[in-house]
């Protein structure tokens, strides 16, 4: 018994094994990868198109200048309505520009607040990082309740416009606010795990690697809006806005001064960039993240204003009566559907 050698216990790893056994790699990693946590989330990987479709839908550029319209209409009108698009898409741009080259070289789906622990001081880095998830975070948050008291104003304006004798009231909005905020809790609780078969719905394209990429329903949906009301408002029969009208003319009933009026007008253009960093959220799920996530990033600007200009464009070209539509109550958007509609 004593001449035998006694084994080691199974979870002790002696100096022998430690020396003989060689360590072999699990993963092999190309250039631009980034290593996914494949514990949950979506484990197939989107490619370049299906990832601009996406960041496009999430910015959605176009629909929100046309949700808030009558922020730069009433404060700054037509000049700063356009202008303040050009303004805006050189500005974000700029923003796009510099997030895209630091995702090319740390590509991460934490976005901005790794980039400030990489790239900050060693001694302030944590708490620069900290604040800056925390000013990320308030953003969703603002973002969020400005995406619902939209639509629940423009409900109003709708009830306002088909029953005149109806006066609307601030308490009105918030509660429809409210009542808004409660729907989307509630789908976001019980229902929303169903609506990926949402997104499923599609068709298939061809990538330029080759790969078969979903197109969402979703986008789909969008650019049919954006067809819809460049299509409504460029065929108008009746008559049209003058040039000095959509190009010269600026209106500033706030009392502030010319450029203050403009600054308060660049809510209207700037909100449609508000998802911008979409892209760099995803960066685990795309196929060489160093090269697809900044090429999003900075195609999703572009593509942005494209829309948002071309239907500022048409919009201000259909306006002919500006008291009629101001007094719309809020949804400027209604009026000129609706007088696109009729005949002459």
């Known amino acids: 018994m004593d001449d035998k050698k006694k084994s080691p216990a199974p979870n002790v790893r002696t100096s022998q094994d430690h020396e003989t056994r060689s360590l072999k790699p699990t993963i092999s990693l190309t250039a631009g990868e980034v290593v996914a946590n494949d514990a949950g989330g979506i484990k197939e990987k989107l490619g370049p198109f299906t990832l601009i479709a996406l960041c496009f839908n999430l910015c959605n550029t176009w629909a929100g200048v046309a949700a808030s319209l009558p922020i730069a209409l009433l404060q700054g009108g037509p000049a700063a309505l356009l202008y303040g698009e050009i303004f805006s898409a050189f ?39 900290y604040i800056c998830g925390l000013i990320v975070m308030m953003s969703w948050v603002a973002v969020g309740a400005a995406v619902l008291i939209i639509p629940s104003s423009q409900i109003l304006a709708i009830a306002s416009y088909f029953h005149p004798e109806y006066e609307k009231k601030t308490w009105h909005v918030f509660l429809l606010y409210e009542a808004m905020v409660l729907l989307i809790a509630a789908v976001t609780t019980w229902i929303l795990h169903k609506f990926k078969r949402i997104h499923d719905v599609g068709c298939k394209v061809l990538s330029d690697h080759r790969e078969s990429t979903d197109i969402s329903v979703t986008v789909a949906l969008t650019m049919s809006m954006f067809a819809i009301s460049f299509i409504l408002l460029a065929s108008r029969p009746n008559e049209r806005a003058t040039h000095d009208f959509v190009w010269n003319t600026f209106l500033n009933s706030t009392g502030w001064s010319d450029g203050m009026c403009f600054l308060v007008a660049l809510l209207t253009t700037s909100f449609g960039y508000a ?36 239907y500022i464009i048409v919009l201000l070209y259909s306006i002919t009566d500006f008291e009629e539509l101001v007094a719309v109550g809020g949804y400027v958007n209604l009026e000129s559907g609706l007088s696109s509609c009729k005949t002459t």
């Open 91 to 129: 500005t974000f741009l700029c923003i796009a520009l510099s997030m895209a080259e630091i995702a090319s070289v740390y590509p991460s789906a934490a976005g901005q607040y790794a980039f400030t622990s990489i790239l900050a001081p060693a001694k302030i880095n944590r708490g620069i990082s």
């Open 275 to 310: 998802g911008l960093d979409s892209a760099l959220h995803l960066a685990e799920e795309v196929q060489n993240p160093r090269r697809q996530v900044p090429r999003a990033i900075v195609l999703t600007v572009i593509v942005g204003f494209v829309t948002a200009f071309v």
